[in-house]
């Protein structure tokens, strides 16, 4: 890490560590990039009746700087803090440093593809955990179609925005919800979801969504 970005992380799963995590944490509500993101995030807590079930941005990423956006679906179990309802013992971040496969997946794909993380920001179309202490479960229409005014007002934060990236098939359901209603101006691009699973199943999606991350690379070089 260095004085410039004290976020930055030389490898996935940085928040494993418990001094890194405990850093990261201390930051969601001072870093003045995620602060608006974060306050949004605890008044939606109280909106939303579900405590801390709504994960916090992540101040290593772009924040309210960010000028592309990584969607996916829905916050997995590592991204759940120790104070969420379920008891959850992950970060309480959305974030690429988070101690999962996903999450590594991510950090490694970024990395190759020469995507900075500071001018970007990972997300999820639902953006509260589903499913229970034991199960995830995935976002059906119903919570996409709940859940898109909550994305609009989290893209009216963004106003560099000119990439978005919909990770797997209910962030792509959950994209084109929105995009229905709210027509936003900004370049889209459509990939598959980076988990295990779907790299053990699909033996060329690696290579494709390396192939999307580059084409998100060159457009924002373009401006």
């Known amino acids: 890490m260095s004085s410039r970005d004290p976020f930055r992380s030389p490898a996935p799963r940085a928040l494993r560590d418990p001094e890194a995590l405990t850093a990261r944490l201390g930051a969601v509500r ?17 909106r939303l009746g579900d405590g801390e079930s709504v994960p916090w941005f992540d101040p290593a990423s772009g924040g309210v700087a960010a000028r592309s956006l990584f969607l996916l679906e829905a916050p997995g ?3 759940m803090g120790a104070e969420a ?8 971040i959305i974030s690429v440093d988070n101690d999962d496969p996903t999450a590594q997946n991510c950090w490694t794909l970024r990395a190759e593809t020469g995507l900075d993380y500071r001018e970007s920001v990972h997300w999820n179309v639902v953006p509260w955990y589903l499913g229970t202490a034991d199960r995830i479960a995935a976002p059906g229409r119903s919570e996409i179609q709940r859940a898109a005014p909550f ?25 084109a919800v929105y995009r229905e209603r709210y027509a936003p101006e900004v370049h889209t691009l459509e990939t598959w979801h980076p988990s295990p699973r779907v790299f053990a199943s699909r033996p060329t999606a690696r290579a494709e969504i390396t192939d999307v991350l580059r084409e998100a690379a060159r457009l924002l070089e373009r401006g």
Not at 153 to 174: H, Y
Request: glycine share 10%.
């Open 30 to 46: 001072t870093e003045p990039r995620v602060r608006p993101l974060n306050d949004w995030v605890e008044k939606l807590r109280v």
């Open 77 to 79: 179990r590592k991204s």
């Open 85 to 92: 309802e379920l008891r959850r013992t992950g970060s309480g």
């Open 151 to 175: 994305l609009h007002e989290v893209i009216g934060m963004l106003p560099a925005l000119e990439v978005v990236v919909a990770m797997g098939r209910k962030a792509q359901a959950g994209w």
